[in-house]
């Protein structure tokens, strides 16, 4: 019998999460590497189902299905393919490296023995345990479990370990400098809540259309005896025009899943939770949100609106489409007026996610494999940018633009890093976010000229609030208090440094993950009934919807 691969990828952190738990309260110390080993174990998982996963092969690899709840005819079933399989990468990979960078941020224990770092290392595991049963479910009820039961870890993380709850200085605080501003105890619960209750809400609206999607199979005439929430027998269903549903029953159903997705992703003008929760948040935790849990959202988008619903998908394409835009440009003006680094890098991955939105509903080949390069580039580089912002912050002792300057004199590491990072966040050629920015424009021009042109503009913008970030931060003169910041030491170099390498190594060549996702990606595009328009420009006659080697990348 062969080895449950999914289950096994998800379950390990759950029981790490159980073992650390049952840890005595005064090995903080065992707790912190506890995690991390398991951790480190599911990177070994995943790599191991990368290795074996055939990327010409069936198009849902590593299945398992079991009973679950027979009577509302739904399953216990798992698979992944290739756009599942580099997600469940993407998360394997940050999460150890999550656990090195928060080392610190949570104080000792205090004398009675409370289980601070315990439980803060805990629901990280949970949190990825979670998110990994979101990508890889086969079954709508068992995703919608988990994609709602995740919110769960995150609320306490947030609102329990956020910046406000820092009762001791950080170690790493330069010697006998003052903090610039004090933590304020309410804003972290206080985000938290609202993290909370715009996705309970979001996900409240699925549940509906998740429980009318269930009665559409049920009912009589169905093409689906007695019901059932399997996604590939629907979506079977549906692409051969089988279900015979009122088009008006299905947009509802479609705007209710999209809703759910929108508020998770976010999409602009669902996104107002996301700068609070991520300042509030330690960094570790704003990074687990911003590049893992809110990526379960846009995934999403590709699996479940698309293929459930390719003709509602379409009919509103033009609507998301407009909002993607909007929320790029949206974000990236925000972002060049903030006074709050880390506020700031927030506002950038709602341009960001405009950016993987756009993609995936302009309905091409190029769009939507660049989405999915996106995911996994975003991901690491917003990684990078807001852990190195935070090791900073938490030596200096505030977020605040205006206090800092000449870094780059007193700590050379931190600002190289730094400096990579935030050319990566604009898209320089070199850096992995260049392919996917540059494939889903090309996607989207094809189909939306338009949209595409007014998209560009946030690669300008970009420049902007990176470069004028770096120069009021690292460049000029050294603020006297500013002195005796520590530069990099080895844990967070061992931290950045394999952020640094892929965005290198991703920027020249991208193949690996391309061949992996364009596969699925052309069984999206023919289970929506979509094809890529044929270039209408001199411009574009360079480039070809190769999907099966290149995915609309340059020959």
């Not at 500013?482 to 967070?492: G, K, M, Q, S, T």
């Amino acid at each position: 019998m062969s080895l449950p691969w999914l289950t096994a990828i998800w379950v390990a952190p759950l029981v790490g999460a159980g073992a650390v738990l049952a840890l005595p309260a005064d090995k903080h110390r065992l707790a912190r590497s506890f995690a991390l080993g398991t951790a480190l174990v599911v990177l070994a998982l995943a790599v191991s189902m990368a290795v074996g996963f055939d990327p010409a092969g069936e198009q849902y690899q590593y299945v398992e299905s079991h009973a679950w709840i027979p009577a509302f005819g739904t399953r216990y079933t798992l698979g992944v393919d290739g756009i599942a399989l580099v997600m469940v990468l993407l998360t394997a990979v940050l999460v150890p490296l999550l656990l090195l960078a928060g080392w610190n941020d949570v104080p000792e224990p205090d004398p009675i023995g409370r289980r601070r770092i315990h439980f803060y290392v805990a629901l990280i595991l949970v949190v990825e345990s979670m998110v990994l049963v979101s990508f890889t479910a086969l079954d709508i009820l068992l995703f919608y479990v988990f994609f709602e039961a995740m919110l769960l870890p995150m609320y306490f993380l947030i609102g329990g370990f956020g910046n406000g709850h820092r009762t001791a200085p950080s170690r790493r605080s330069a010697p006998g400098a003052e903090p610039a501003e004090r933590p304020d105890s309410a804003a972290a619960p206080a985000a938290a809540v609202k993290f909370l209750l715009y996705n309970l809400f979001g996900g409240l609206i699925m549940l509906a259309a998740v429980i009318g999607l269930y009665v559409v199979t049920v009912r009589e005439g169905s093409p689906l005896p007695g019901g059932t929430f399997d996604f590939r027998e629907i979506v079977a269903a549906t692409s051969t025009g089988g279900l015979g549903v009122d088009p008006g029953v299905l947009n509802a159903l479609f705007l209710g899943f999209m809703f759910a997705f929108a508020v998770k992703a976010p999409l602009w003008p669902f996104h107002t939770w996301l700068p609070g929760a991520a300042t509030a948040a330690t960094p570790a935790t704003a990074v687990l949100m911003m590049a893992v849990v809110d990526k379960v959202g846009t995934f999403a988008m590709l699996r479940y609106c698309l293929q459930l619903f390719p003709e509602s998908s379409a009919y509103f394409a033009p609507l998301i489409v407009t909002l993607a835009v909007v929320g790029i440009v949206y974000g990236a003006l925000l972002a060049i007026g903030q006074t709050d680094v880390m506020r700031l890098i927030a506002y950038t991955s709602i341009s960001h996610f405009g950016f993987i939105i756009l993609g995936i509903f302009a309905m091409t080949s190029q769009g939507q494999a660049g989405s999915t390069l996106y995911m996994v580039n975003h991901g690491i580089s917003t990684a990078a940018l807001f852990l190195v912002a935070g090791f900073l912050v938490s030596r200096r002792g505030t977020r605040a633009i205006a206090a800092y300057g000449g870094v780059q004199k007193v700590a050379p590491l931190m600002a190289g890093t730094f400096l990579v990072a935030g050319l990566a966040t604009l898209s320089l050629p070199g850096l992995a976010p260049f392919v996917s920015e540059f494939l889903v424009l090309v996607g989207t021009f094809t189909r939306y000229p338009v949209a595409a042109l007014i998209a560009t503009s946030a690669l300008v913008l970009a420049a902007i609030y990176v470069l004028w970030l770096y120069q009021r931060v690292m460049a000029g003169p050294v603020n006297e208090d500013n002195r005796r910041i520590r530069d990099l030491v080895p844990r967070e170099l061992a931290v950045v440094a394999p952020l640094i390498a892929l965005l290198l190594v991703l920027g020249f060549y991208p193949k690996p993950v391309l061949d992996i996702v364009n596969p699925a990606v052309s069984q999206i595009m023919t289970t929506i009934g979509q094809q890529d328009p044929a270039p209408t420009g001199p411009q574009l006659t360079g480039y070809v919807a190769d999907q099966d080697n290149h995915g609309g990348a340059p020959r």
